[in-house]
């Protein structure tokens, strides 16, 4: 059994695309995948649209982010992933899957807004055909029931940056070394603008590959589907059967 590494990137588009690039880019001489958080509206026949068509077909997942529509920073808060019943969160999830089939894109994971998903969501998403529900603290199997408690490291917060740059390393080096688990880093582009973070984040990568960490995206850290995945699912191969213990 080996530790498995996930970096996921999120609050993608506009002028941090660019940067995500040369992210995405530098992690690729590296063959380390990332799993891109995208909400649904971001997929509207944009520049971000083509640039996460092409990672997705070199090895990148797309996780659906939330089901809210786009809101002003100032209304942002309590979101209602939290608390959506089911027959909501199943119309939100039609709408949101009709954008990503004329984008030409697929998604078996969700990440909610707020950090929590209601039981009409995850209920939902099962009945979707979603496979994962990557939350801070959890990663569901939407599929077996299985529920891996594991703690997300993301550089924003409201410690200092130098004490949360130190931290992202550490706890990196001390999940490598404490056995078979999972590493779970989370990049925002914002982070990308600012040289000790981008640094931090590439060191705790490094870190975990010289410990021999595997890399893999959210979707394939749970069980596979039972039909042939969606074309756009299919680049990396068939996901470990039981990666959650793997």
Same mark, same amino acid.
């Given at each position: 059994m080996s530790t498995r590494l996930v970096v996921s990137l999120y609050d993608i588009g506009g002028e941090d695309l660019a940067r995500c690039a040369r992210f995405a880019a530098r992690l690729d001489?590296?063959?380390?995948?990332?799993?891109l958080?995208?909400?649904?509206?971001?997929?509207?026949?944009?520049?971000? &649209?083509?640039?996460?068509?092409?990672?997705?077909?070199?090895?990148?997942a797309l996780v659906?982010?939330?089901l809210e529509p786009p809101r002003p920073a100032r209304t942002r808060g309590f979101h209602d992933d939290r608390r959506r019943p089911r027959h909501?969160?199943?119309?939100?999830? &039609?709408?949101?899957?009709?954008?990503?089939?004329?984008?030409?894109?697929?998604?078996?994971?969700?990440?909610?807004?707020?950090?929590?998903t209601s039981a009409g969501t995850l209920?939902?998403?099962?009945?979707?055909?979603?496979?994962?529900c990557v939350e801070p603290e959890l990663l569901r199997d939407?599929?077996?029931?299985?529920?891996?408690? &594991?703690?997300?490291? &993301?550089?924003?917060?409201?410690?200092?940056?130098s004490a949360r740059c130190r931290e992202v390393r550490s706890a990196a080096e001390r999940e490598v070394r404490g056995g078979p688990g999972l590493i779970r880093l989370a990049v925002s582009a914002g982070d990308l603008d600012r040289p000790a973070r981008r640094a931090a984040v590439?060191?705790?990568?490094?870190?975990?590959?010289?410990?021999g960490a595997l890399p893999a995206t959210y979707p394939e850290?749970?069980?596979?589907?039972?039909?042939?995945?969606h074309p756009a699912l299919a680049v990396r191969g068939v996901p470990n059967p039981d990666p959650l213990t793997s």
């Open positions: 001489r590296s063959r380390v995948p990332l799993s958080f995208v909400p649904a509206p971001l997929l509207s026949g944009s520049a971000v &649209t083509d640039w996460l068509r092409e990672r997705v077909t070199s090895g990148d659906l982010h939330g909501e969160a199943g119309l939100r999830l &039609t709408a949101a899957n009709a954008v990503l089939d004329a984008a030409g894109l697929g998604s078996e994971a969700f990440a909610p807004l707020g950090g929590r209920a939902a998403l099962r009945a979707a055909g979603f496979g994962a939407l599929r077996t029931g299985r529920v891996l408690r &594991t703690r997300v490291r &993301t550089l924003s917060g409201g410690r200092g940056g590439h060191d705790a990568i490094d870190l975990a590959l010289s410990h850290l749970v069980a596979p589907p039972p039909g042939p995945p």
